[in-house]
Structure formats: structure tokens, C-alpha cells
């Protein structure tokens, strides 16, 4: 956004301000001046000149002109200028005047034609190219103004006269500052900083009630129930303008209007109605459409006419016709003309989401278009209509208007907010009064009332859609008082007794355990793609929260499983050359249900324990991962008996179809393990990787949270084993706990080995050797003792039909 001096000479009195206190101003309220700059210092003093004959030289494409600058003769000059026409008025630069490029102009003899100085274009007077048209880059630049200029010819403050003598501010406004795309709104902010009261020019105006009315309408849909926030009319009956041969004129945009649109960083249409249009909806912040009423001939509607390439092509018709695509050019038929004897002023404000949507699609920006794709207020019209009144007045064009017709509600509540006086000054260290605090409001659109409870209820500026609660308030506050000015305190640390928490300190055990067994800790970004999202929800979560205003749909959804991030931390190490990975991370996920899970998510990837000075190469596999979890779940308590291991019945592709697991604990789904397919390993540039993702909020909510200490025996173990050979079908934790069942001293079981020859893959079959351990801590067993319960584990084998070797 950018704001000059001259424009705001017309609302404050900046007699005694200076341009850097201006600057300073801007900053202390959170306004970031990324640029300064001062135009008046570019030039010496130039002349207003009045062309009078221009005449081709022969040959060339100069033309040589005289010059009226006042003088008892005009000054010939050669100009190679193709707009040079009789009749104009421009800037001339004299001999020995110095120009922006540093030219010192002098009299020179140019084909035998004698030049006194220069017509000078926009570019040599030092503005910059990128807010020019191709005519003006190529041209010389003819001056229109209000007053008649015949009576300033020879006058040395032409730049003052078309306003280039400034000073531009360009400002970064933040998002919840959009309300400042309406420079109005940076001017009262400016002259309540400085106590200065507001010129209000509007209210000098006399308005004159039109005989007719508004006779066109939006048609309300669905789709306009979604896209528009409000809508509103007013039609204008305008004066005709004349030229002396009383012929009707177009209207011509101001010189120094011209040129101030061009500061804002806005170029010429090269039509006075868009000009206009986008004069006002700068100084407003309310995008506005200028009609010819009696070329619509039907219901105005909004229709999305998509195509392959524009999914959001959102068009303002009339009778099948296209007026514009919104945020573009309008169709120069349904603009203005001279012979027009009435304008119709549309205000429309829009939903930013959606029209971000189109203005991707469409590739546009324009003024319009900046202030449609931000939340900016629904309750902008009336202060546009009285900014359209005073222009019409000041270009003669106003004769008469009807009331604004709102035909869409603005969708914008009032808001009141009531807050402590005492949680002010304590929340920002200070010892403002209620007077105090109105005094720092006083030019600002805010209400404040005192109530008998020592609080203050603030009625929001309606414009400011950004504040919402109390803590809104407490910035808004220390946003005016000055950041500066909050004296720093010497912090007051009191030593407070914490409880303890269990579920803290079981997360510090486990992350210190990974840590412990090489893994490396990584933090990644919670924004993912919104359908990446959706196929990653593992846990099914559902109700993802999408982002009003992505920056790409890439980032455009909060992730719901820590899973596809971790993979993306991988494939961009194994991208660097760090193919052996160990990583975990510690996050939350969301839902827009308020739901809230903390997650672990474990990835293994290449071969994580390799030191070839040891000999030692281990590569990622499910027993490995797998058994990291068990370790970790040993650290709740949980018993590996206690877990039922199934299938992952999710359906994405991105996972191995065998090589998946999905565990669960007291019928809650709690983590998964899984390898990623061939495929998508591929894809990501992987070696063979293994992912492990628990719910620790889910674990923590089910674990038994009391710590039991069992005694450790002093009597002698015994140890049994066994191989059993089992089928692909047989699930290993059911067997063991079938086979473990009501089997007494019995004090702990281990997987020993898994074992496949050939003619056990064949049979589709697996040796699986299992260690078991007998004891008592009240005696010690004998060898009968411990055969009896073995015996009962070897019926409950054979019950099973299992074969043991």
C-alpha cells in the first residue's frame, strides 16, 4: 500500500509535521515503511509550456514545435515525441535547468533546427516505467486540470501544479490489517497519532435526491449466497460536458489525480471511468463498478463459467453477456460514455477465499482485485457513495443521486468487547486510567464506555475486522501507546511448586531411549497438500482444517498423521547423500472438532546401524522397527499380550500391501507399522524404509497409570524352548497367549529365532523358536514342578494342532 503527502495534506494539516516524522509515525503504529521517496528533489524548476505549432521534419520523426512558456517569443524546440500536438500543455525544461537523469538541458542545433530545452515525458522527469503506459514510456505527457491553464502558462511550479512534487511512502501492511488497503483508514490512524482532526470534505455537499431509481438488481443463488458479502447500488444523474463547438466531451482524469494513481503503483486505463474507479476504491478500500444503467437491459447475476484451465472464472452478466471477469477490465460497452446521462455505481464486496481461488486461476491483479482477496470489511459503500459524490462534484459531472439501495446485507456484525481496566494495565505493565485510554482512541472510529465494574466495553470500528477479543484490545492498545514508550521492568521470577506429570516424563523416557539408540530428532512443517492429507489419515481423525488463503496446495491443509512428513524429511536427506536414516518426531495433530493428538512417528530407512570398522550392517526391517515400538510401549506398561496386531485396513497405496501392521490396545486403534511400497520408495528416491506412528494421547488415556514393582526372585530359573512350525495364517501373539494360559511360575516367554528353509517356504510355512522361563519367588522348583507346567503348555500346543520339533 502506498500513501503520499499531497493526498494527505487533504485530510490533516501537515504544516508542522515533516516528512520523517510521518515515516516515524507509520512505523511505531505497525505500519513497516519498506520505502521512502522523495520526488520534489528530482528536478529543478520546470515550466508549464503551451504547444502551439508543431511541424514534421522532413526525413526524421522529429517534429519542431514552438513553445509558448510565457515569454514575448516562443521557444523552438525539437521533440521527438509522436503524441506532440497543437493545443497542449507540457513540461518543458528549459536550457540550464537540470532534469531526474542529471541532463543539463541547453540549446542545441538538431537538423538544422535551433531546440531551446525539452518536452519532457513522465520517465525524464524521474518516474518510473513499470506505472506507465506504452504511450506514456514512448510519449511526452500532456497536463489536465480543473483551472484553466491558459493563465499559468510560463508558470515554474508545473510539477507542484500536477502533484509530482511528493512524497511516497510504500507501506507492508499485514494480513489483519487489510482494512488498510483503504488509505482513509491510514489517514485517521495518522492523525490520531499526531491529535490532528480529520477534514471532512464530504459533508460540505449538498445532495440532491434523484426522480428515478435504481431499477437494476444482483440475482441472489447459491453462488452468490457464498461469494458476496454484501451488495449495494446508487445511481447518479450526471451534468453533460461540452466542448466550445458544443459538442459532448469524454471526461478527462485530472493531471495530478493521474499522476497520484500512478505513485499508488496503478497505471492509466486510458479511461476516465476506470480511473476513477480505481481513485476511490485506493482511498477507500471498497472496489466499486462504474455501469451505463440503460445498456443493461436485464438481472444482473454471477456465474462461475469454469473451464479446464480456470476451475474459478467467476463473471458478472447481464443477459448472457459478460461484463467483466471480476477483478478484470470491464466490457467497454457497459461502461460509460459522454452520451451518458446516468452512472450506476456498484459496490460489491466479495469472499476473499473464493476470489483468491479466481484470481489464480485468472492471473489477475489490479486494484480491484487486491482489496477482493482480503478480508476487508462488508460495510464499505457508504463511505465509497460519499467519495463518488465528491469526485462527480469536483469533475462538474454531479447533478443529482438516489439513496444507496443495499440489496445484499453486509455478513459483518458489530462487535462489543468488554475488558478489565486492571487486566489491561497488568497484561501490558502499565497504569493507564479510563481517560487515558480514550485519549489514545479519540480519532479513531471506536466507542468507549466505562462501566460501574471498573471495565470499559470498546465498540469496534466496524472496518476492523481483526479484533475480536480482549487480547485484540490489549495490542490495539499498546499498538497506540507506543511500543517505545512501555518502560521495561526487571522481570520478578517467583519460584512456584509444579506437579509432576506422568505423561511429560514418560515422553522425556522415550525420546532420551531413540536419542540413546542413534536416532535424530526433526521438526516438520504441519501444512501438507489436502488430499496427501486425507490419504494419510491413518488414525481416522477426519475434519481436517484447511487454510482460508493457501500460499500453494501444498501447503494448504494440517496434516492429520506425522507419517508423509517424516517420509519428505527423508527423501530430501537421502537427495544430500545421507542415505542410513534413524528419525523420529514428537507432534500434534488437529481437526477442526477440537480434537488434538500428541503422535510419535519413527522412520527407519537404508541401513541405520552400519560401522564398518565393527563389521556391524544392520538393514531397516519390521522385526527392527517393531521391536524399537515394543520397547517403547514397555515404557507404559504395556504388554506385548496385551496388543492385537491386524492388517492396516486403510487404503493407500503409498504402504507395502503385506508389510503393514495396525495395533491395537483395549479395542482402541494406538499406532501402525509398515513399510512403504517398492513404488513410492521409488518415487521419494528411497532405500527399503519402515515407518512406526503411535497415538501417545491415545496410550496415555489407556495405560495403567500405577507403578507396580514386581519382586525379583531369589531362587534359580528354569528355561524350556521349543520351535513350532506355523502357517502363514496363524497370528504369533494369539498362539502365545493361547498357549500361555493358566500356565503357573511361568515369568516370562521371548521370541528366540525365525527360521525358513526351502521346504518350509514351499509349504508356506515358518519355524518359530520360543524361550520360555519358570521360577518362584516363594521356593525353589523342582524339576517335577516345572515339567508339569510344561506339559500343560505342550497339550495347549497340541490343541492347536501345531507341530513342534
Not at 77 to 83: L, T
Not at 323 to 331: A, D, T, V, Y
Amino acid at each position: 500500500m502506498r500513501l503520499t503527502r499531497n493526498w494527505l495534506k487533504n485530510f490533516i494539516d501537515l504544516k508542522d509535521i515533516r516528512s520523517e516524522e510521518i515515516t516515524s509515525a507509520l512505523n511505531s503504529l505497525g505500519f513497516e515503511v519498506e520505502f521512502k521517496r522523495v520526488y520534489r528533489d528530482l528536478n529543478d524548476q520546470l515550466t508549464l509550456g503551451h504547444v502551439g505549432n508543431v511541424a514534421p521534419i522532413e526525413g526524421t520523426k522529429l517534429n519542431f514545435c514552438f513553445v509558448d512558456k510565457g515569454e514575448e517569443l516562443v521557444s523552438p524546440i525539437v521533440c521527438g515525441a509522436s503524441n506532440v500536438e497543437e493545443g497542449q500543455y507540457v513540461i518543458v525544461a528549459s536550457p540550464g535547468k537540470k532534469i531526474s537523469t542529471g541532463q543539463i538541458l541547453e540549446t542545441k542545433e538538431i537538423k538544422g533546427k535551433t531546440s531551446e530545452g525539452m518536452i519532457c515525458s513522465l520517465s525524464e522527469i524521474g518516474l518510473d516505467q513499470d506505472v506507465q503506459t506504452d504511450i506514456e514510456k514512448e510519449g511526452i505527457y500532456s497536463i489536465h486540470t480543473k483551472n484553466d491553464l491558459y493563465s499559468l502558462i510560463g508558470s515554474n511550479e508545473v510539477l507542484n501544479l500536477i502533484g509530482f512534487n511528493d512524497v511516497v511512502w510504500d507501506v507492508d501492511l499485514t494480513l489483519n490489517r487489510s482494512d488498510a488497503l483503504g488509505a482513509l483508514q491510514l489517514a485517521k490512524e495518522l492523525a490520531n497519532y499526531f491529535n490532528k482532526d480529520i477534514k471532512e470534505y464530504t459533508s460540505k455537499l449538498k445532495q440532491i435526491p434523484s426522480i428515478y431509481h435504481v431499477s437494476v438488481s444482483l440475482k441472489q443463488s447459491n453462488l452468490t449466497d457464498e461469494l458476496v458479502k454484501s451488495c449495494a447500488m446508487e445511481l447518479f444523474d450526471l451534468k453533460e460536458v461540452k466542448n466550445l463547438n458544443d459538442s459532448l466531451l469524454e471526461p478527462q482524469i485530472y493531471s495530478n489525480q493521474d499522476i497520484w494513481l500512478k505513485f499508488c503503483g496503478t497505471k492509466s486505463t486510458q479511461n476516465f471511468w476506470l480511473d476513477l474507479a480505481n481513485a476511490i476504491t485506493i482511498e477507500t478500500g471498497q472496489p466499486i463498478l462504474f455501469l451505463d444503467p440503460e445498456k443493461i437491459k436485464a438481472q444482473l447475476y454471477i456465474e462461475n463459467n469454469s473451464t479446464d484451465k480456470k476451475p474459478f472464472n467467476y463473471e458478472l452478466m447481464c443477459a448472457d453477456e459478460v461484463i467483466c471477469s471480476l477483478g478484470s477490465q470491464i466490457n467497454s460497452y457497459f461502461l460509460p460514455s459522454s452520451s451518458t446521462k446516468q452512472v450506476l455505481v456498484v459496490y460489491l464486496a466479495l469472499n476473499p477465499i473464493l476470489m483468491r481461488k479466481h484470481q489464480k486461476s485468472n492471473n489477475i491483479s489490479s486494484v480491484l482485485m487486491q482489496r477482493w482477496i482480503k478480508p476487508i470489511s462488508s460495510k464499505l459503500y457508504n463511505c465509497a457513495s460519499q467519495r463518488v459524490h465528491y469526485w462527480f462534484d469536483q469533475y462538474n459531472l454531479y447533478s443529482a443521486n438516489t439513496n444507496i439501495e443495499v440489496q445484499i446485507e453486509p455478513k459483518d456484525k458489530p462487535i462489543s468487547i468488554e475488558v478489565n481496566l486492571e487486566y489491561l494495565n497488568e497484561f501490558l505493565g502499565l497504569d493507564l486510567t479510563f481517560e487515558k485510554i480514550k485519549k489514545l482512541f479519540k480519532n479513531l472510529d471506536f466507542k468507549i464506555e466505562k462501566t460501574e465494574k471498573n471495565s470499559l466495553i470498546f465498540n469496534v470500528d466496524p472496518l476492523r475486522t481483526d479484533i475480536v477479543n480482549k487480547a485484540d484490545i490489549a495490542e490495539e492498545v499498546a499498538r497506540l501507546y507506543g511500543y517505545d514508550n512501555i518502560k521495561p521492568h526487571q522481570q520478578v521470577l517467583k519460584a512456584t511448586l509444579k506437579d509432576k506429570n506422568l505423561n511429560n516424563k514418560l515422553k522425556n523416557q522415550v525420546e532420551n531411549y531413540l536419542i540413546g539408540i542413534g536416532f535424530n530428532n526433526i521438526k516438520t512443517y504441519s501444512l501438507l497438500n489436502k488430499e496427501v492429507v486425507k490419504k494419510w489419515d491413518l488414525f481416522n481423525i477426519n475434519d481436517e482444517i484447511n487454510l482460508m488463503s493457501p500460499l500453494s496446495n501444498l501447503r494448504e491443509t494440517y496434516r492429520l498423521s506425522l507419517a508423509q512428513s517424516a517420509v519428505e524429511i527423508a527423501g530430501s536427506n537421502y537427495s544430500k547423500g545421507n542415505k542410513n536414516l534413524k528419525l523420529y518426531e514428537i507432534a500434534d495433530v488437529y481437526n477442526k472438532n477440537l480434537v488434538r493428538e500428541k503422535h510419535l512417528a519413527i522412520l527407519m530407512s537404508g541401513k541405520p546401524y552400519y560401522q564398518k570398522a565393527y563389521n556391524l550392517d544392520i538393514e531397516a526391517s519390521y522385526g527392527l522397527i517393531k521391536g524399537i515400538i515394543d520397547e517403547i510401549l514397555n515404557q507404559y506398561q504395556i504388554s506385548i499380550m496385551d496388543l492385537e496386531f491386524k492388517p492396516i485396513s486403510l487404503k493407500n497405496d503409498d504402504i507395502h500391501p503385506y508389510l503393514n501392521t495396525e495395533i491395537t490396545y483395549k479395542n482402541q486403534v494406538i499406532g501402525f507399522i509398515f513399510k512403504l511400497s517398492p513404488r513410492y520408495e521409488q518415487a521419494n528416491k528411497l532405500d527399503n524404509t519402515y515407518l512406526a506412528e503411535l497415538s501417545l494421547s491415545r496410550i496415555e488415556k489407556l495405560f495403567d497409570k500405577k507403578n507396580i514393582i514386581k519382586e525379583i526372585s531369589k531362587y534359580q530359573k528354569t528355561s524350556r524352548d521349543l520351535t513350532m512350525i506355523l502357517g502363514q495364517d496363524c497370528l504369533y501373539n494369539e498362539i502365545i497367549k493361547t498357549i500361555t494360559k493358566d500356565i503357573n511360575y511361568l515369568t516370562s516367554y521371548k521370541l528366540l529365532d525365525i527360521y525358513q528353509d526351502e521346504e518350509l517356504k514351499n509349504n508356506y510355512k515358518t519355524a518359530i523358536s520360543v524361550g520360555f522361563e519358570f521360577n518362584n519367588n516363594e521356593q525353589q522348583l523342582t524339576d517335577n514342578d516345572v515339567s508339569l507346567e510344561w506339559n500343560k503348555v505342550l497339550k495347549n500346543i497340541e490343541k492347536l494342532k501345531i507341530e513342534v520339533k
